[in-house]
């Protein structure tokens, strides 16, 4: 390990060790920490034209607070976001905005989220918690190099960025990232490249080169299955890059990166068959301690795939992180709330009781409600927790999946039941299950549900993939409303298709309406609105209703 890498990691402990024991001294303070976040925030927010013009004040109590501000969404900000923007001031908070964030979590249009000063403060004391506890449990990942994902942007939107880099290492104060950068095996200038795709090639060359790799975080499983794939389709020409330290035809487009050089990458890509198999991992990367990536309800199968490739080294679940704020991270094997960070309310979503931190019990299943720095208020999370436990007054949590529904024509399937219907597949192996598609435009022209899935063998699909449309269709009439609309024609029965790549496909299709490379879920239920996407209209049948 190179003397740079040895002492970023070495500085790096000791300023996250901090931060690891400033949440464990106030494990049993939550309610006034809460309190004095939120004291902190509508300081902040009294002083910012938004806020001022709903009269809020920074002597509100808690009580004052959750009655004079209803709980809001992304839309409730659109109209003050665009002024903020197009006025560079700080306008719905009082913090200087260091970037926007682009996030889309469904196929909607992309937001855009303000981080500013006060909100890299409210990730920075969860990065270090999280940071110092990883030190602590996964000791030999702090003997190599690390990769985090950077928050990729699509080629269309490159533009709007003004050439920001939207890089993970950027929740760390500027301290701690000049230390981070030390320990890095890919160079945040990677996403400098003209094109989304010259991005990858570029990160994964830089994989490739590193023996020393010892910590690997992604967002979504399927990414970094993605980066082992491209991997393999590209081992040719990065065999030759690597073995003269040349970008070759792709260098024009490169935004001057440098490309790495490694002789002993380039020989094991020249002679590899492409398979994905773990032993040949484990030669390139012998140091990998650690695997970090959402491993819970639809990402979960894809976890244990990613996992499956790269064995050798342990894993780590992400907890609940979105580009709007965090609700709960890794910590000590549990998944505790990151309250030093944010202001945290919880609906319970049997009665829809608004209820604090402090007032939660085991068992209770929630929605999150977010009061963050970037100047959002009660802002409503689609995702439904269970209150697993407790660490001191702190509750943690298990991720059941999120809270989005389909509605095409009154059949209310919730992502709740989508999973249930995606957990009682026959398991053979052999198969993954994407995504259930909720389609505006069958073949037939008729709304319906569609499973995408993800063969791993040579055996015919047809059979199987018409066994999985019965299950399905079997299953979901099992659901009052469905089963109504079916029998009120107003529906297509549900499909299966069945075949190798269908993760790619489904990915493709996303990165096509501008989703975000990297943080694409793979979610047990998405609406598809609009038109039947040209790439699926030849696979699907048009079956009587």
Known sequence: ????????????????????????????????????????????????????????????????????????????????????????????????????????????????????KLFLDELDQVITAWVGDLYEQYPSQGRGTHYWSLSWIPTTLRAQTAGDINDDMKMLSWGKRALAYLTQAVPQEVALAETLEDSLFATVAYLCADEELGFLSVWSPTFGLNLLEHMSQWRLELAESLALGQWGTRAPRMGGVRCPQSTRAATMLSRWDGALDAAFFHRLWPRLAVVSAWD????????????????????????????????????????????????????????????????????????????????????????????????????CFTFLGRNDGVDLVGEKISATTAQAVLDGLPQDGGMLPVTLLALDQTASGRPGYVLLAECFDDAPTGDRAHALSQHIETALQGHFHYKLARELGQLQPAECLLRPGMRELYLSLCRERGMIEGNIKVEPLRHWPGALPATLRPLLTARPA
């Open 296 to 395: 819970t309800a639809a990402a979960a199968p894809w976890a244990r795939a990613l996992h499956a490739k790269l064995p050798h080294a342990g894993f780590q679940g992400k907890g609940l992180w979105a580009t709007e704020g965090v609700v709960t991270f890794p910590y000590q094997g549990q998944y505790p709330l990151a309250y030093l960070s944010h202001v945290y309310e919880f609906i319970d979503a049997n009665n829809q009781q608004v209820l604090a931190p402090w007032q939660l019990r085991e068992g209770q299943e929630v929605i999150p409600l977010l009061t963050t720095g970037s100047g959002l208020a009660r802002y409503r999370m689609n995702d439904v927790l269970r209150v697993s436990g407790f660490l001191g007054q702190v509750p």
């Open 1 to 116: 390990m190179g003397a740079g890498t040895t002492l970023g990691h070495h500085l790096l402990k000791l300023l996250v060790a901090p931060g690891r024991r400033r949440f464990e001294r106030h494990l049993g303070e939550l309610e006034s920490v809460q309190r004095a976040r939120l004291s902190r925030w509508l300081a902040a927010a009294s002083r910012a034209p938004a806020w001022q013009r709903h009269g809020v004040r920074a002597d509100w109590s808690w009580e004052e607070f959750v009655r004079r501000l209803p709980i809001s969404t992304y839309a409730d900000y659109a109209e003050d976001l665009a002024v903020q923007r197009e006025r560079q001031q700080a306008w719905l908070i009082d913090s200087p905005v260091a970037r926007y964030q682009p996030t889309s979590g469904s196929t909607s249009a992309v937001k855009w989220i303000p981080y500013t």
